[in-house]
Each structure stands twice: as C-alpha cells, then as structure tokens.
C-alpha cells in the first residue's frame, strides 16, 4: 500500500494537485458511502458517507483559498491572502466538530432505542474498500503536505486520517459482528451499528480539535511560541 500511495504521489507535486485529487476522491466516497449505508440500512456507513460529504466541500474550500494564497497584495487586501488558509482550516475544524458531535447524539439515541439490524455482508464489503482507498489518499496527501509543507494539505489529510480511522473501525465493529453470529450471539448485532456511530464520532473528534487549537492561534494573532 505504502509504494503503491508513494508512486501516486510522485504524480502528484503540487498543493492545487493533491486537493484536486482529494475533491475528486470525495465525491466518489461520499456518493458511495451514502448509498450503500441505506442499501445496507447502516448509519455508521451513512456518518461516513456523510463525513466524506463535508469533507467534499471543505476540500472545494481549500482548493479555492489555495488559489488565493498564491496571489499578490492588492488595494483590497495590502497584506496579501496568506491570512485565508488559516481562516479555512478554522472553518473546517469546526464544521468537522460539530458533525461528530451531532453522530455521536444520533449514535446514543439510537443505542437506547434498542439498535438497528444491518446486512453484515454487505457492510463489510464496504468497510474493507473504503478503509484501503482512505489510507491510500492519506498516505498521497500526508507525502505531499511535508515535501511542499502546505497547511491545507495537511490538515486534508488529516480528514483522510479520520475516514481511514473510522472505516476501520468500521471493518473490526463488523467483523465482531460476524463473529457474534457465528457464536450464536447473533440478537446483539442490533447494537454493534449505533455502538460504532459513537464510538467513531467520539474517536474523530480529537482531530478538528487539535486542527482548530492551532490555527484559531493564528487568527487571533497569537504570538506563536519560541523564536521565530
């Protein structure tokens, strides 16, 4: 996986390149995750499909700011537009907070209504696909991110970081599924989906935390720590 993402990213130099490639990947696993969560009748593959659907429109926002960035000062902005990236990311974080907190409420409903039967079969098929094309696209973006040392493109990838974590989790929440049927303790995979909902939902807030500490920093103008 490592050389395959490490080829792939040799095609992929540029700041502009790497988020372009990220909205088309977007757009794929958002149309995919979402479909095949109702096909499957699966909120927690729905929460990743939906998470890839914000991420679709965080990515749309840093491709355009990443544009900006590269234009000079003008009239209207004398200083210039490097005061944008931070500005998007601060905005991406937060969109990213609240989507987990809003599926972790969903997750604990659910799980106290009495959980939801899913179609193992199929949800694994999908937990296995998106969590290697996840990784995939992290490993592209997370290469590119410390050769050009973009910001966008790592905070990006951090995205790409919480869809891998959370297909994953997927993956292990389905394959105990399995194996509970197969022990004939089949009546409590009702509770394995609202169970991973939040679980996920929790694990992936960390991240949009950590993003927006650092970079609410800089839109507050902070004086950032030690010399500079």
């Not at 050389?3 to 095609?11: A, E, G, N, R």
């Not at 604990?108 to 094309?133: M, P, Q």
């Not at 993956?171 to 009546?187: E, P, R």
Request: aromatic share 10%.
């Amino acid at each position: 996986m490592a050389h395959y993402s490490h080829v792939i990213s040799t095609l992929i130099r540029t700041e502009k390149q790497a988020l372009t490639l990220s909205l088309f990947g977007c757009i794929t696993f958002a149309i995919f995750g979402i479909g095949y969560g109702l096909f499957v009748g699966s909120n927690a593959i729905m929460l990743d499909g939906i998470f890839t659907l914000f991420s679709m429109g965080m990515t749309g926002l840093g491709l355009i700011t990443a544009y900006l960035v590269t234009r000079p000062s003008d009239a209207r902005f004398q200083y210039g537009y490097a005061h944008f990236e931070p500005i998007a990311n601060v905005i991406n974080g937060a969109i990213i907070l609240l989507l987990c907190l809003g599926a972790l409420y969903g997750g604990i409903t659910s799980l106290l209504a009495g959980g939801r039967e899913i179609d193992l079969g199929h949800a694994l098929i999908y937990a296995v696909v998106s969590t290697f094309f996840c990784s995939i696209l992290y490993l592209i973006e997370a290469d590119v991110a410390e050769r050009v040392n973009s910001e966008l493109v790592r905070v990006d990838s951090k995205e790409w970081l919480v869809d891998t974590l959370l297909s994953a989790t997927l993956l292990i929440g389905f394959l105990v599924a399995i194996g509970l049927d197969t022990l004939g303790y089949g009546h409590y995979n009702r509770y394995i989906d609202p169970m991973l909902v939040s679980l996920l939902a929790l694990c992936a807030t960390l991240i949009p935390i950590k993003v927006l500490g650092r970079n609410l920093r800089e839109v507050l103008k902070i004086a950032p720590k030690g010399d500079v």
